[in-house]
């Protein structure tokens, strides 16, 4: 059963708030006169012939008019309106061209970008809408930038406005006119694979971009891509002068205001990424992008190659034989929430499909997996408009060309046979069984991880407890050494009084010796003087009182003839100064003379 294509009933009248409007003149996407128009009361858009319709959150993502030749190119090669994409997807074309630009040195490149990336439609089993019907994937067997998109931009379907369509080198080129009910089928160019030649000639820069994703130290992020094109002020999707490598600061040519606030920009980068208040939001790239402060290498190869665009006039769509209405072969997280048309309520929820890098592979028939040939700008077919028609043998040998086999068949057509389902169920198997067998590949490898860290985490565990019992030895050793530094400390002062002693009885040894003139010596003498004097002190002890007590005897009987007007002291010391002064000294004198 075939997927109800909700066409015109998905379109509501435009709700786009005053703050809205204030964003668009903050960042400078209304700089230019008449660059933007916003509804007034439609329900269903009406631009002019010159106009077309998209979205606040494209323009906020990096769009702006007029379009890069890039954004063309896809949009012709997929056959897509641009409304029919997601805003996850535009930002994703959007870290595309600035990580070539800025990063790898070259003008987008179409063969890297097939490498890259694929379309899925975009719906549940029952639904398939019309805008936002188609989401740019990561292709499952490639590593690429983790972004964190949002699971859902809510309400980004209602805030619709007409952007000026104006391609610089001919009205030719400019996209597709809007029409808001046609039906989105899937094309083989969805799924285009680069050639072995385009392989070749694009290894080096998926070397490139393995080495900025694995630096140690200086990984980039697809946040960082974000936050420098959101940062330096000019969209990536634009029609630009110059190329970003060639980025002149504040007087670039390209630049669509003044620098935000630190503020202002990390309000939009949240508001793009699916970042919350504590992801910090990086102000620099850990690698230096190129500009003008920071040249391109010398002999630095610039590659260049856009998608084809159409020469002359439109090209013929021919259908190709697989149906469009297998919903369930899409990746479950890029199924979309629940969305409402215009007689809804407003309380409900627009959300987007999840554009997740890690989806898993699609089904698509054996005619799908096979490689393609390059479809070079040059070699575009020139085809006059015809109704559809059934192909010859030889026309279904011919190499894959993005024009000529353009559609693929909905479900109105009649249905595969059998052996074909069995086909797409085994293919879809294969899919499956490849990503469960990555997936084993990844648990395992985290398993070992894991194991590792806990082997570390032991060994932390002991050499934290080994650590807390050296701690101990050293709190004793300190504690013992503190001890010993004031036993030293005694044993200083204890030595230090013996000193003064042995000084003092030195000094007394030598008043003895001097007064009696002979030296002791004991029995086992050791030529110890403290010894020596002690035994002196022993030997003339009783001497000395006695010796004192007749000098004061004598003193105290003639102290009456020489101070007769005086008191006579009670102490010997003091006895011995009345005779000392000179008075006495020269009476005495005078006596004997």
């Not at 700089?31 to 007034?40: E, G, N, T, V």
């Not at 504590?278 to 003008?292: L, T």
Request: with cysteine; hydrophobic share 35%; proline share 5%.
């Amino acid at each position: 059963m075939a997927a109800q294509d909700l066409g015109t009933t998905e379109w509501e009248r435009s709700k786009i708030s005053n703050q809205d409007i204030n964003l668009m003149k903050k960042l400078g996407l209304m700089k230019k006169k008449d660059a933007l128009r916003f509804p007034s009361k439609e329900s269903y858009p009406t631009p002019s012939i010159e106009y077309r319709v998209s979205f606040i959150d494209h323009l906020i993502r990096g769009l702006s008019v007029p379009i890069h030749d890039f954004l063309r190119g896809l949009l012709f090669v997929y056959g897509l309106q641009l409304h029919q994409l997601t805003p996850n997807s535009i930002l994703h074309v959007s870290i595309f061209i600035t990580l070539c630009e800025c990063f790898l040195g070259v003008h987008p490149n179409w063969a890297l970008w097939k490498r890259i990336f694929c379309l899925r439609r975009n719906g549940s089993h029952n639904i398939a809408y019309n805008i936002g019907g188609v989401v740019i994937c990561v292709r499952p067997d490639v590593e690429y930038f983790d972004v964190k998109f949002p699971e859902s931009v809510q309400g980004w379907r209602k805030r619709w406005l007409y952007v000026h369509e104006e391609c610089p080198d001919s009205v030719e080129y400019n996209i597709a006119p809007f029409d808001g009910g046609a039906e989105i089928l899937r094309r083989r160019s969805w799924d285009a694979e680069a050639t072995e030649e385009e392989k070749t000639a694009t290894e080096a820069l998926m070397s490139r971009i393995r080495e900025l994703q694995n630096t140690r130290g200086k990984e980039l992020s697809g946040i960082q891509i974000t936050a420098y094109f959101l940062r330096i002020r000019v969209q990536p999707l634009q029609a630009r002068k110059n190329p970003l490598w060639m980025y002149a600061g504040e007087e670039d040519v390209d630049r669509l205001s003044k620098d935000l606030s630190v503020k202002d920009l990390e309000k939009l980068v949240r508001r793009i990424l699916s970042l919350s208040k504590k992801h910090a939001i990086p102000s620099s790239c850990r690698v230096e992008p190129y500009s003008g402060t920071n040249a391109l290498p010398e002999n630095h190869q610039v590659l260049a190659s856009l998608p084809p665009l159409p020469e002359g006039r439109e090209v013929e769509e021919r259908a190709v034989v697989t149906e469009d209405n297998q919903v369930t072969s899409r990746p479950e997280s890029e199924v979309a929430g629940s969305h409402k048309s215009a007689a809804s309520s407003e309380r409900e929820i627009d959300s987007e499909a999840s554009e997740s890098t890690r989806s898993l592979p699609s089904a698509a028939s054996p005619t799908n997996k096979q490689k393609r040939d390059e479809v070079a700008d040059s070699d575009t077919s020139k085809t006059n408009k015809s109704p559809l028609k059934e192909t010859s043998p030889e026309e279904e040998e011919r190499p894959f060309n993005p024009y000529d086999d353009a559609l693929v068949s909905s479900g109105d057509e009649e249905e595969d046979p059998p052996i074909d389902e069995f086909i797409r169920l085994g293919t879809q198997f294969v899919g499956y069984r490849e990503h469960a067998k990555k997936l084993e590949d990844t648990l395992a490898e985290a398993n070992k991880r894991a194991d590792a860290l806990a082997l570390k985490l032991e060994q932390s565990e002991k050499a934290r407890k080994k650590a807390e019992s050296d701690a101990a030895a050293v709190e004793d050793l300190r504690k013992r050494l503190h001890d010993a530094e004031n036993s030293l400390s005694s044993l200083t002062q204890h030595s230090a009084r013996e000193n003064e002693i042995i000084a003092r009885l030195e000094s007394q040894n030598r008043h003895f010796v001097r007064k009696t003139h002979q030296d002791f010596e004991l029995e086992t003498p050791e030529d110890d003087r403290l010894l020596d004097a002690l035994s002196l002190l022993e030997i003339h002890g009783d001497e000395v009182p006695q010796s004192i007590a007749d000098a004061r005897s004598g003193l105290s009987r003639l102290f009456p003839y020489f101070c007769a007007k005086k008191e006579e002291p009670d102490t010997f010391a003091a006895l011995t100064k009345c005779f000392n002064s000179k008075k006495i000294l020269g009476w005495v004198f005078v006596k004997k003379v």
